[in-house]
């Protein structure tokens, strides 16, 4: 008896801690806009190459991770995106944007 009062509550926590992975693995990155762990789950359902077990997982954690990402939707609102990620990318566009005004160089004739 002694046994099950100890091992249910640490069930019960172990099975809190795991519950929103989605949204935990998408908040730890760049920024990926709102809700991005339930964007993510719902990638994962609708492709074809992730395997049943996987998306028997995603699909209990799915609410769980629209529940984190709904607590997190300030944050994600409010924070700027600081990534070498999206320096890169922004580095690329604007580099794409000075080669579109400048036009090539003539090719010397053979």
Not at 20 to 44: L, Q
Request: proline share 7%.
């Amino acid at each position: 008896m002694m046994k099950i009062l100890i091992l249910l509550p640490v069930l019960y926590s172990g099975m809190m801690a795991l519950t929103g992975c989605s949204s935990v693995m998408s908040h730890t990155g760049g920024k990926e806009g709102t809700y991005p762990g339930t964007r993510a789950s719902a990638e994962m359902l609708g492709d074809e190459a992730t395997g049943w077990g996987t998306k028997s997982l995603v699909a209990l954690d799915m609410p769980l991770t629209a529940v984190a990402d709904t607590l997190l939707l300030p944050w994600d609102l409010f924070r700027k995106d600081n990534t070498v990620r999206t320096r890169v990318e922004k580095s690329e566009k604007e580099t794409q944007a000075m080669n579109a005004i400048i036009p090539p160089a003539a090719m010397p004739a053979p």
